[in-house]
């Protein structure tokens, strides 16, 4: 049974920095390309960047050079390094697969950015 549980969020002021963990169960993890995904309250839930498992990397134009997206494989791990934060950014993030699986939907870590 794949379980993804995402960790590492919390308030922040605009500017800050904060790095999101996603730590992954099960055998989905090595052959599968890996997403951020975030939903603010209102809207649609997007998706943020995704890295595949060669390791080449997406982002959306809303976070490109700001965020930064990684896997650890030894450690089933998917990691979103968020700098310059700004207040848009707020929102619960959660990983998935891509593309998203509904059943592997965790409970989400939420980034709440204050200006």
């Known amino acids: 049974q794949v379980q993804l549980v995402e960790s590492g969020g919390g308030l922040v002021q605009a500017g800050g920095s904060l790095r999101l963990s996603c730590a992954a169960s099960g055998s989905i993890f090595s052959i599968s390309a890996m997403g951020w995904y975030r939903q603010a309250p209102g809207k649609q839930r997007e998706l943020v960047a995704h890295?595949?498992?060669?390791?080449?990397?997406y982002y959306a134009d809303s976070v490109k050079g700001r965020f930064t997206i990684s896997r650890d494989k030894a450690k089933n791990t998917v990691y979103l390094q968020m700098n310059s934060l700004k207040p848009e950014d707020t929102a619960v993030y959660y990983c998935n697969t891509i593309p998203f699986r509904p059943v592997y939907w965790g409970q989400g870590t939420q980034v709440t950015v204050s200006s």
């Open positions: 890295i595949s498992s060669p390791g080449s990397t």
